[in-house]
């Protein structure tokens, strides 16, 4: 089988000259771009310290003018000297303040003072250094930011035509030099290649440079594959036949263990006589549940459940019906919860149910009819009846309950087990509604 070389897309899409001009004009325009900005940042930076220090150097001289009419009371001679400062066109607004707090003159030529494009100054106003008033001056920045605005603008064409003038001048060089060669050697391979990937026809020699010699390099190249693939042809259609066999067979053992895989992962957790999932799938279970519970403040509860006298069976009848006793109490418990519930088997007589937002009065509402049930089963063995009864403990865990980890549940619906048994058997209890646990306690 030759291998078949995927003729170029006749679909619209970018060339090498087109991707060559889009690098280039990228590169340039961010490099300049960079450029200007930063120049641009300078001279903002520097501009801005000008009229810092110029703001300031006229608050100053102002101040030492009207020191002595700040003393003096004089308001008519400050708001005449604070008028003729603010008809200059870079100074906007002029307050002056003497020490009491009164405004001795206020002046501004803008109709809104907290204009951005003006910079406040605030001088202390000294006479024989005493400080005798406040002035507060407004230098309108508007001119120099147009200025800014305007060398910004400035800027951006000439690099604009910078970018224009470099990339053409780089494009033509490219396209002589590097994209010509290779877009006829790209047209010259359409042409010799058939449809079974044979090398039919030669790239054409255009040059004695690097070009030229990767021309000659493909034209042997071409003929070695042409003689590789011939020989290679009966070997891949020998080994195409040996691959369709060993995958199919290897299809059919991953299925196989799959099914075994499967079949192991669900004895793992599965009580083989009850068919219940057993401790190992309940502790896991558990520990999901209660971890759940308190994340989302659900209600849940647990049911240990435990048949009593269960040893007397065994002892009187054997293990085998024993083992019967088991299945059908089993099959009893499952019966009789409901759909969300999950029942566990977690030890030779022993079960749990995982009730699902079940509260204190449902979990013994579901306990009590699991205790019903079982006292009206009997076991038939010859001719004799057996009858089983069962014990049951509930703990329940909601969003009060802080601190309560699995374990924690656990031992306090066995606690009510055990108080369950203590109390007559054949019962349900709750873990809130025994006394402080025994230490001592016989199933």
């Known amino acids: 089988m030759l291998m078949k070389i995927k003729a170029p897309s006749k679909s619209i899409r970018l060339g090498v000259r087109q991707k060559v001009l889009l690098v280039m004009l990228s590169v340039l325009l961010t490099a300049l771009g960079i450029s200007g900005w930063l120049a641009l940042k300078q001279e903002r930076s520097d501009t801005l310290k000008e009229i810092d220090q110029r703001g300031t150097d006229i608050s100053r001289f102002v101040a030492k003018s009207l020191a002595y009419s700040v003393v003096g009371y004089d308001y008519h001679?400050?708001?005449?000297?604070?008028?003729?400062?603010?008809?200059?066109?870079?100074?906007?607004?002029?307050?002056?303040?003497?020490l009491k707090g009164n405004v001795m003159g206020e002046s501004d030529s803008f109709e809104d003072i907290s204009d951005s494009t003006m910079v406040m100054f605030v001088q202390d106003i000294f006479l024989e250094d005493e400080v005798v008033g406040k002035l507060t001056l407004g230098l309108d920045t508007r001119n120099t930011l147009n200025k800014l605005e305007s060398q910004k603008f400035a800027l951006v064409r000439r690099e604009a035509l910078i970018i224009i003038l470099i990339a053409f001048g780089e494009f033509l060089a490219l396209s002589y030099i590097i994209i010509r060669p290779v877009s006829l050697m790209s047209k010259s391979l359409d042409s010799t290649i058939d449809d079974d990937g044979k090398i039919i026809g030669a790239i054409p020699v255009l040059s004695k440079d690097e070009f030229g010699q990767l021309a000659t390099q493909f034209n042997e190249l071409g003929t070695q594959l042409n003689d590789a693939n011939a020989r290679l042809q009966s070997k891949i259609d020998i080994a195409d036949e040996e691959l369709v066999k060993n995958n199919r067979m290897l299809l059919r053992q991953s299925e196989e263990l799959k099914r075994i895989s499967d079949e192991f992962k669900k004895l793992a957790i599965t009580d083989s006589l009850t068919?219940?999932?057993?401790?190992r799938r309940f502790k896991e279970l558990m520990e999901t549940e209660v971890e759940m519970s308190i994340r989302h403040g659900d209600t849940n509860s647990l049911l240990i459940i435990d048949i009593d006298y269960f040893k007397k069976v065994n002892d009187n009848y054997g293990h085998p019906v024993g083992d019967r006793v088991l299945k059908g109490v089993a099959n009893l418990l499952k019966t009789h919860l409901r759909k969300t519930d999950i029942l566990c088997r977690i030890g030779g007589e022993e079960?749990?149910?995982?009730?699902?937002?079940a509260n204190k009065s449902a979990a013994l509402a579901i306990g009590e009819k699991l205790r019903s049930a079982v006292q009206g089963c009997i076991t038939r063995f010859g001719d004799e009846n057996i009858k089983v009864t069962i014990s049951v403990g509930v703990a329940t865990i909601d969003s009060q309950s802080v601190g309560i980890n699995s374990d924690d549940l656990y031992r306090q619906a066995d606690m009510a087990v055990y108080c369950s048994k203590d109390s007559g058997r054949n019962r349900v209890t709750h873990f809130d509604d025994i006394d402080p646990p025994k230490n001592n306690h016989a199933k």
């Not at 068919?275 to 401790?279: A, G, K, P, V, Y």
């Open 77 to 98: 001679t400050v708001q005449l000297l604070l008028d003729e400062i603010t008809l200059a066109d870079d100074i906007g607004y002029a307050k002056v303040i003497n």
């Open 275 to 279: 068919m219940l999932f057993n401790r």
């Open 351 to 357: 079960f749990a149910a995982l009730c699902k937002r």
